[in-house]
């Protein structure tokens, strides 16, 4: 069933609500005007671990890709000691085709600054950074501005009304990235913080118990903590009204896909942009309703469901649910962020393997030998088969080398290899023939066969 009223984006005119030509950054004054921070008020009020039960409860997981329960995130962290502890906001959205979080920081991010201290006061953590990508000027300058007046009102600094934690005045401090993709996996952004080249960790430990300078560390996602506050507000049953639960049968230790979530739509449809509904739309819906349809006659092909580490749905998989358990069901690695990204018909999936391919190749730190090399390889592989003088030898080589790079197989630190291994692989599964055409060449002798003569 369709959404029939705005959660998220209430103070936000989107599509189908209202005119994105409506939009204005929300100060503070307007937005204590419309109950905010009433849930702040509320948490201080409440046991900390009280605080931590309700978004457990509400089975909110994670918006930033990897769908992790919050609430069991936050049950991680261990007895306070008295010394820092951190709260890290990922806001590095370095997705292609990913822009969700962007509209929160625009135009209403006292809600998310909500979430943060909410977050601090139920996890007993006295230090956030909220971890900017650095080609987001216009969003570092709105984010500035909210927490500075989030300072001049007590939300944080001397006088807070969250009180000291762990003998310390509440503190948020922005920080910008350098540009780097990686620094979107959170160990990576946690060397980023730290002054250090962005080079994820190995794990264990985990961050929840060493995390940025070796102290217990919460990281979530921008549209994660922005669901926070209104959980508190409205509570957890509430929440779990919106979305779509388990299947029939399933026990209770199954997560679900509750509330509502953020999708961006990118490519030839009418209407793109960011967009809430429900989870476990179907795509096609998604696509038609909200995005329009698509644009100039011409026809869909495939998507990019949440980024293009997932991997790609082909035409057989048009209406597929966009929720939790996508991945399983369509052979793809997830919903990722939820920003839809839209083939047509006209274009090549070996153009788009190949640009994906260059993309991770471009972006691996270097840190693992198999990423190092095994996304270049594979952007090699792929030009080569673009332009017409690959084998079929290649195309085995490709689909070894996609299943025995990332963590996954065991062989790399991050996800990185794995994001690039289920793109590609996904890919050239599902749009074999294209690849299969691209390197039968009758009449002709392979210039890469020859090089290897």
């Given at each position: 069933?369709?959404?029939?009223?705005?959660?998220?984006?209430?103070?936000?005119?989107?599509?189908?609500?209202?005119?994105?030509?409506?939009?204005?950054?929300?100060?503070?004054?307007?937005?204590?005007?419309?109950?905010?921070?009433?849930?702040?008020?509320?948490?201080?009020?409440?046991?900390?671990?009280?605080?931590?039960?309700?978004?457990?409860?509400?089975?909110?997981?994670?918006?930033?890709?990897?769908?992790?329960?919050?609430?069991?995130?936050?049950?991680?962290?261990?007895?306070?000691?008295?010394?820092?502890?951190?709260?890290?906001?990922?806001?590095?959205?370095?997705?292609?085709?990913?822009?969700?979080?962007?509209?929160?920081?625009?135009?209403?991010?006292?809600?998310?600054?909500?979430?943060?201290?909410?977050?601090?006061?139920?996890?007993?953590?006295?230090?956030?950074?909220?971890?900017?990508?650095?080609?987001?000027?216009?969003?570092?300058?709105?984010?500035?501005?909210?927490?500075?007046?989030?300072?001049?009102?007590?939300?944080?600094?001397?006088?807070?009304?969250?009180?000291?934690?762990?003998?310390?005045?509440?503190?948020?401090?922005?920080?910008?990235?350098?540009?780097?993709?990686?620094?979107?996996?959170?160990?990576?952004?946690?060397?980023?913080?730290?002054?250090?080249?962005?080079?994820?960790?190995?794990?264990?430990?985990?961050?929840?118990?060493?995390?940025?300078?070796?102290?217990?560390?919460?990281?979530?996602?921008?549209?994660?903590l922005a669901y926070v506050p209104l959980i508190l507000q409205h509570g957890a049953d509430w929440f779990k009204g919106y979305g779509k639960?388990?299947?029939?049968?399933?026990?209770?230790?199954?997560?679900?896909?509750?509330?509502?979530?953020?999708?961006?739509?990118?490519?030839?449809?009418?209407?793109?942009?960011?967009?809430?509904?429900?989870?476990?739309?179907?795509?096609?819906?998604?696509?038609?309703?909200?995005?329009?349809?698509?644009?100039?006659?011409?026809?869909?092909?495939?998507?990019?469901?949440?980024?293009?580490?997932?991997?790609?749905?082909?035409?057989?998989?048009?209406?597929?649910?966009?929720?939790?358990?996508?991945?399983?069901?369509?052979?793809?690695?997830?919903?990722?962020?939820?920003?839809?990204?839209?083939?047509?018909?006209?274009?090549?999936?070996?153009?788009?393997?190949?640009?994906?391919?260059?993309?991770?190749?471009?972006?691996?730190?270097?840190?693992?030998?198999?990423?190092r090399e095994g996304t270049n390889w594979m952007y090699k592989m792929l030009s080569r088969i673009e332009q017409g003088d690959g084998t079929?030898?290649?195309?085995?080589?490709?689909?070894?080398?996609?299943?025995?790079?990332?963590?996954?197989?065991?062989?790399?630190?991050?996800?990185?290899?794995?994001?690039?291994?289920?793109?590609?692989?996904?890919?050239?599964?599902?749009?074999?023939?294209?690849?299969?055409?691209?390197?039968?060449?009758?009449?002709?002798?392979?210039?890469?066969?020859?090089?290897?003569?």
């Amino acid at each position: 069933m369709p959404l029939d009223t705005p959660i998220l984006t209430r103070r936000i005119p989107t599509p189908p609500f209202g005119d994105p030509a409506e939009r204005k950054y929300i100060p503070y004054y307007r937005y204590v005007e419309t109950d905010g921070y009433a849930s702040l008020d509320q948490a201080v009020g409440m046991e900390p671990k009280a605080v931590i039960d309700i978004v457990k409860a509400s089975e909110l997981r994670g918006r930033g890709g990897a769908g992790f329960p919050a609430g069991v995130k936050w049950g991680f962290l261990p007895p306070e000691d008295g010394k820092r502890r951190y709260l890290a906001i990922n806001a590095d959205e370095s997705e292609p085709a990913t822009f969700k979080d962007r509209m929160l920081m625009d135009f209403d991010p006292h809600l998310v600054i909500e979430g943060i201290a909410i977050c601090m006061h139920a996890c007993r953590l006295d230090t956030a950074y909220f971890y900017i990508r650095g080609e987001y000027h216009h969003q570092r300058d709105m984010m500035l501005k909210a927490i500075a007046e989030a300072y001049g009102n007590g939300i944080f600094g001397p006088g807070s009304r969250m009180g000291q934690i762990n003998g310390r005045d509440p503190e948020l401090h922005l920080h910008r990235g350098a540009g780097a993709y990686i620094c979107g996996e959170e160990t990576g952004l946690l060397e980023s913080l730290e002054g250090k080249r962005g080079w994820p960790r190995i794990k264990p430990p985990f961050p929840a118990v060493a995390g940025a300078f070796g102290r217990p560390t919460i990281i979530n996602n921008v549209e994660t903590l922005a669901y926070v506050p209104l959980i508190l507000q409205h509570g957890a049953d509430w929440f779990k009204g919106y979305g779509k639960g388990r299947a029939e049968g399933a026990p209770p230790t199954v997560p679900a896909s509750f509330g509502t979530k953020l999708f961006g739509i990118s490519g030839p449809v009418k209407k793109p942009g960011v967009y809430e509904e429900n989870l476990g739309i179907p795509m096609s819906e998604l696509i038609e309703r909200l995005g329009g349809g698509m644009r100039d006659g011409r026809k869909y092909k495939a998507a990019i469901p949440g980024g293009i580490s997932m991997g790609v749905l082909d035409r057989e998989q048009y209406d597929a649910p966009l929720d939790f358990d996508i991945g399983k069901k369509y052979a793809c690695l997830g919903l990722g962020t939820a920003c839809v990204t839209v083939i047509p018909e006209d274009f090549s999936m070996v153009s788009v393997a190949r640009n994906v391919a260059r993309f991770f190749s471009h972006e691996s730190c270097g840190q693992c030998t198999p990423c190092r090399e095994g996304t270049n390889w594979m952007y090699k592989m792929l030009s080569r088969i673009e332009q017409g003088d690959g084998t079929t030898k290649d195309l085995d080589l490709l689909l070894e080398l996609s299943g025995s790079m990332g963590s996954m197989p065991g062989t790399t630190i991050c996800g990185l290899a794995d994001g690039a291994n289920w793109a590609i692989r996904t890919i050239v599964n599902k749009f074999w023939d294209e690849f299969e055409a691209a390197v039968v060449h009758r009449g002709r002798v392979s210039l890469a066969v020859l090089g290897a003569a």
